[in-house]
Each structure stands twice: as C-alpha cells, then as structure tokens.
C-alpha cells in the first residue's frame, strides 16, 4: 500500500478528513493512488520537524482511506480528502518506488456486546455531550452523530477525534484495539478535559459576575446622584463637607496661589463619589491645605533681660554661648524682618544642645519643635512624597509645622551630622534649600506642590561632629561649640538641676532625700567620665530609685546621701586616677585625643626586644597615627647624640608601640608627641612625669605643629588628675576657649620642637 506521512494529524477510520500535503513523496504518492483508484496508508510522524521521514519516523499504525478528492490550490497547495476505513499495522517497508510503499497488515474492528461494554459505552456517551455543552459553536449534526452511533468502537474514535485530546493521547486511541481499553482509555481523557473545561466555565461566570457587580454599583451611584440634586442636597451627596471646607479655605487666608489651587481641588472633590479611592486622597489633600499655618507670625515678644534671665534659670556655666545668644536675639529685635544665622551647636552629647533651643523659644515666645535627622537616608522625609504614591505625606519641615500651628515657631534639626545617602536620595542636599534664608521663602514640599515661606521660622540645629557635615551645608551655618563641663560645673549643674529632676521622677518629695556635696563630687569622680551630664543624671537616679525602694517597703522615711554610702548603692567606683600608675616606667607617656563624646587621654607605651630594627604597632592604630610612629622613630635616631643614645641600639632591637585600649580604633596625627616622646623615655631609660601629658604632630624637621580639639583635651585632662599640660606653641590662642578653671588648675608649657618636649616631660619635680 501507498503511505502518505502527516504531520500533527491522526486519522480515525469513519472519518472524513482534508490533509494539506507539500513533500514531493506525498504528492507523488497520493497523485498515484488517484490514478490507480486504490486506497491509500494514513500515519503520524513521530517528530514533526523531520523533512524525509524514514520509516523509523513513522508510527506503526495508521488508517486505510480511500482520496475522495485531490484538489490543487491556486497558490500551488495540494489537499486531498481522506475518508478512514480501518486500521492497519506496518509490516515492513518496499524499496525502489519514489514515495514509501509498505506492506501492511488490516486490523479488523471487533464485535464484542457485552454488559461491561455496553455500559462503558453509555457512560462514555454522556461524558462526551457534556464536553460537548462546553465546547463553543458545538454542531448539531455532532451532538447527533454522537448520540446515534451504536458502535462502542466508533463511538471512542468519534469522541477521540472531536474533544480536542493532545496528540499522543489520539494516536494511542489509534493505536489501542481492545474495546475494552480504548473505551476506557478515551473516558479517562474525557474526564480531565471535562475538570478543566468546567474550571474555565466558573471562571469566566466569576469574572463575569464581578463586571455586572461594579456596573451595577455604577448605575446605583449614578440614580443616587440625580435623586440628590432633585432634592437640592448638592451634586455630590456630600454639601455638608464641602461647604465646611469652603469656609476653612476662605479663613485659613492662603496666599492667592494655595486658595486658586485649594478651590480647585475643592470643585473636582464635589464631583467625585465619596467611596472612590482619589476622594479621600483629594479630601487628605485639602485637609493639609487648611491645617497649615498660612497667617502672618506675630511679631516676638523679646527682653534681652529676660532672656538671660531664662538662659540662666535653664542652663548654668556655657558663658560663650549665652553670650552669642543674646546678641543673636538682640539683633532680631532690632531687625525683626531681617535674615539672621542659622545656629549650629556642635559639642559631645549630654552638654545641653537641645535643651539651648527650648530655651530660645521661650525668650522669643515662640512655640518650639523638634525634628529627629538621626539615620535620616530618604530625601523625601525632608520634602515629602509626592501625592501619586500610596499613603503619602509631606516631609518632617511641613508636618513639624502644622503641629507647631505657626509659621514663625522654633525649629530644632537635631543630629545633622547623622544625614545619610541613600538610592532614596541625599536629605542633606534637601536641607540647602530649607536652611538658606535666600531661598526658603517659597520651599516647595512635594506633596503641596506649592510654595511655602520658611522664611520667618528660625532654625537651630544640632551635631556632634563637624567631620560628617557636608560643605555646602556648613556654610550655610554659624557654628557654635559647646565644650564639656568641668567638674565643678558638674557639681552645680547636679545640685541645682539633676537632683530636683530625679527626685521627682522616681516619685520622692524634697526632704525624703538629700545629696551632701561630698557625695556628688565622688558620683563625678569615681563612676562618670564623659563631657556632659548625662551619665552623672544616671547614676543620680539609680540612687534615688535605692532610695525609693526602701521608702515603700517602710523601711527608711529620709535619707541623708554620702560618699560612704555610694559603694553600697552604686557598686565600686568605675574610674579611678590610674596616670600615676601607668607612667611609672619609662617608655611610657600620656597623650591627650579627641573623640566625638568630648577628650579623653590615652597612653603611649613602648618597649625593645633584641632583633634586626623593626618597628611594630599594635592598638588598631589607623594610618596616620602609624605614620606619626615612623616619623616619632626616625626624629629619635636622628637626635640619638644630643639625647645620649648609643646609635648601633637601634640596628640590635626591635621597637614595640602599643596604644592600650585595643579594642579602640585609633587615628591622627596629635600623638606624635607623646609617642616621641615615650620612645626617648624608652631608650635613654627614664620615666616620664606621671602628672604630665602632652598633645601635638611632629614633623621631620622636630618642629612640634598645632592640632585641634585643645579646649576638650584641657578638660579630659583636668579630668584625670594631670597637673601639667604640653602643647604646641601655636596652639597658645586657643586657650581663650578654655573654662577659667582649667586655666587656673593646670600648668600649661607651649613646646616648639621636641627638644622641648623630651626636657620638660622628663624633668623631675625640683630640678631646674
């Protein structure tokens, strides 16, 4: 017989097929049938992508059809319609004809009528109408055809053909000749074609039912608003509201821009429906509109005798400070619709710097707000999202504004140093904007979009390090430093502020407790080393709240606090005076540094073991600091004859610098002073003065340079009992920054070269 390969087509006997056919072979093939009026081999091509198929291309089973008709398209396409007759099996191939010829073997459809057939015949039946109900533009004739078969066989290959099995599924029904498998093979397939059709039903129905739904509510909203406007309740059922806000704009007294924009906004508010989403994101709108201070400020009310007065009664010592403060308020009396300096105070935490502002305020009679910029990364928490986003807001300034409830109140950016970028954006480069008086009078947050005068406000911010602001920031900035506190200043500070606080915060009444001076001054000394305050206000609490526990158990009605009762309450002391201790070797000195919470000493050792010269440093020393050691190392060896060493000890030894506190890192160039300093101790083999320490950079040439931070270091060093300060010469005016105190408790010698150093370091007490 002659075979005709197709493609993605399976052929069933019974039915009347048009197959498409272009190969060569299969047109010679098929124009060959018709000439000789005999049927021909239908089969499937296992890979469709094949050109030529050989014969282990071809699937073995396949169905005799007789060509009804061989048409040739206009475009050159052949089809020929093919009526299936019966299965048959390939048996082998025949060569030598120029399309493929197989000799073959007829299956015979069987003839089986038993109850199981006839009952998976019935069922089949039903299934295949019920797919059928689902199938869209379904025929009748089908749905008859179906119905009338009586064929079990037939039947399968009739469901098989029309309910859209995949491929191998049909060519297995091809395939199979028992009655019994096929039949229930073609049910099998029939059921999961059924789930997924029934699935697909729902979902449309579903979807469906979701349209009508909103149409509905569409049309019900619609009626709704034509039954309102009969009755004379406004356009959009919601006359009430809007009138309310008509009235809040017309007394809110906006610029001409703000209530062009706001009735705007108004007009599409009363066309809208109140449930939709852009309703209450319009309404959210005009309530920020209305609630901002848009009014002129009252002028200040400023007595420049009152103010110090308040200055004063809220902070004891900051002479400086208070000092500037009243000129910048005496100045903004006088010029009352001047721009006056944005005021920076930058000094270590605990000093004051917040509450400085609360106390500005008062003497203005302002109202004061405060604003966190502490880990501040996004831009928009400086000038808001913009209204598109979900849940948007305006930024800090706005919102810090309406709760101020005016224009002209004061604001605190605290922690400006603690900016940080992000791919949100730099809120540093939002505030330029903000804090310049040139510019701020028409700030535009993103969420208004509409200009605001920042103008009459004034601002004060706060940092802890100068480092970390950017340039352009700081320029727009008076800066203001606030340096730590002595202890005497502690004590007063304790006595007249923290103690009354803390005593009323754990619930006491004057009386129940008292602090003798003696007790303060070891609270100061011995458990709190820090430049401000607040430590000292903790360990104040926690002996209050001893003090409370004992009240309510009963035990105890009053309290006398002394120094003989801090070791009880608080523990033993954490600090002590450990310079003399740690400097009684040589090759040891004390070196001052600055820190972000104010000065602190720190201590230089050095030591020789027998080796090739190296240097080593240890201490998480950073990389100027070890730069400070190498030039310290090297002034050493170059002065070795004026100091008495013997030069070839620096080719039989290596030198060890280490910087206690290792867990510390460590960096700068103001050791280089101390660290020469501890290796000529080292190795002329005498101790440095143990109530000394010392600060500055060196240069190759043994000049000692000027360093910053001397107000904190003075104070740090005061702190821990040292009686003799070196710095560098050029360092002489900043003296006038340190508190008199430390002025008149420590004895201050100026060095201009190392020399000078290592002879007044080393100097015994007593000698010349």
Not at 319 to 348: D, M, S, T, W, Y
Not at 394 to 405: C, D, L, T, V
Not at 596 to 624: H, K, M, N, W
Request: proline share 5%; glycine share 8%.
């Amino acid at each position: 017989m002659v075979i005709v390969p197709i493609r993605n087509v399976v052929l069933f006997p019974g039915m009347i097929l048009p197959l498409t056919i272009g190969r060569e072979q299969s047109i010679l093939a098929a124009q060959q049938a018709v000439k000789t009026e005999r049927p021909v081999g239908i089969l499937l091509q296992r890979d469709a992508e094949v050109e030529v198929p050989g014969p282990d291309d071809l699937c073995l089973v396949g169905t005799v059809a007789n060509i009804l008709r061989y048409v040739t398209m206009p475009d050159n396409t052949h089809v020929i319609v093919c009526q299936g007759l019966q299965r048959f099996r390939v048996a082998e191939y025949l060569t030598g004809y120029p399309f493929p010829v197989a000799r073959i073997g007829r299956i015979d459809e069987p003839e089986l009528a038993d109850s199981q057939i006839e009952a998976r015949m019935i069922q089949l039946r039903e299934r295949a109408l019920e797919v059928l109900q689902y199938l869209p533009q379904t025929s009748q004739e089908l749905v008859g055809a179906v119905k009338s078969i009586a064929q079990a066989g037939a039947l399968a290959d009739l469901v098989a053909s029309v309910s859209e099995l995949k491929l191998p599924d049909r060519q297995r029904v091809l395939e199979t000749v028992d009655l019994t498998r096929r039949l229930d093979f073609v049910l099998d397939c029939l059921l999961g074609r059924l789930e997924v059709l029934r699935l697909s039903r729902e979902l449309d129905e579903r979807t469906k039912a979701s349209i009508d739904h909103r149409q509905r509510e569409y049309l019900l909203r619609e009626q709704m608003k034509s039954i309102q406007k009969e009755l004379g309740e406004g356009e959009a059922g919601n006359s009430i509201e809007v009138e309310a806000l008509r009235k809040a704009i017309a007394d809110a007294q906006m610029p001409d821009e703000v209530a062009a924009q706001a009735n705007k906004e108004l007009k599409r508010l009363e066309r809208m429906a109140d449930g939709s989403a852009e309703y209450s994101m319009v309404r959210a709108y005009l309530d920020w509109l209305v609630e901002l201070p848009w009014k002129e400020p009252e002028p200040d009310r400023i007595e420049i005798a009152e103010a110090r007065r308040i200055l004063d009664a809220d902070h004891f010592g900051l002479a400086q400070v208070k000092k500037r403060i009243v000129e910048f308020l005496a100045v903004r009396k006088l010029n009352p619709g001047g721009h006056g300096p944005i005021l920076c105070f930058v000094g270590p935490p605990g000093v004051g710097k917040t509450s400085l502002g609360q106390s500005i305020a008062r003497a203005l009679g302002r109202k004061f707000v405060r604003a966190s910029l502490g880990g501040c990364h996004d831009e928009a928490e400086i000038r808001g999202h913009r209204r598109t986003y979900i849940g948007a807001l305006p930024g800090n300034i706005i919102q810090a504004i309406r709760k101020a409830g005016s224009r002209g109140c004061v604001m605190m950016l605290d922690e400006i140093d603690k900016l940080g970028a992000s791919i949100q954006g730099d809120p540093s480069a939002a505030l330029l904007e903000v804090l310049d008086p040139e510019q701020n009078d028409s700030f535009r947050d993103n969420y208004l979009a509409l200009p605001y005068d920042l103008s009459r406000m004034l601002f004060i911010t706060t940092a802890n390090v100068l480092d970390n602001i950017p340039g352009p920031l700081r320029d727009r900035m008076e800066i203001i430093q606030l340096p730590g506190y002595t202890q005497e200043e502690k004590l007063e500070i304790a006595r007249r502020y923290l103690v009354k606080r803390q005593i009323s915060q754990n619930g006491l009444h004057d009386g129940q407790i008292e602090f003798s001076s003696a007790a303060l001054q070891a609270i100061i000394r011995d458990y709190t080393r820090e430049a401000g305050v607040r430590s000292l206000e903790r360990e104040i609490g926690a002996v209050c709240r001893r003090v409370a526990v004992e009240i309510a158990e009963g035990t105890r009605q009053v309290m006398q606090v002394d120094e003989v009762d801090l070791a009880a309450i608080l523990g033993p002391g954490k600090y002590d005076n450990e310079v003399a201790l740690r400097t009684g070797l040589a090759g040891v000195a004390t070196g001052l540094a600055w820190t972000p919470v104010g000065g602190d000493i720190l201590f230089v050792e050095a030591s020789r073991t027998g080796g090739d010269g190296r240097l080593i440093l240890t201490g998480q020393l950073g990389d100027v600091m070890k730069e400070s050691a190498q030039a310290a190392l090297t002034l050493v060896k170059t002065r070795a004859a004026s100091l008495g060493i013997d030069a070839g000890s620096f080719e039989k030894s290596n030198v060890h610098v280490h910087v206690p506190a290792g867990a510390i890192p460590k960096d700068g160039p103001s050791a280089g002073v101390a660290i020469f300093v501890a290796l000529a101790s080292l190795f002329v083999d005498r101790p440095v003065r143990n109530d000394t320490a010392m600060t500055g950079e060196i240069s190759l040439r043994g000049l000692v340079l000027p360093v910053g931070g001397i107000k904190d270091k003075v104070l740090a060093a005061m702190r821990a009992g040292i009686a003799r300060v070196l710095l560098p010469a050029r360092n002489r005016r900043d003296l006038e920054e340190v508190p008199r105190e430390a002025r008149e408790r420590l004895e201050f010698i100026f060095l201009e070269n190392v020399d000078d150093a290592v002879c007044q370091a080393m100097r015994q007490q007593g000698e010349a």
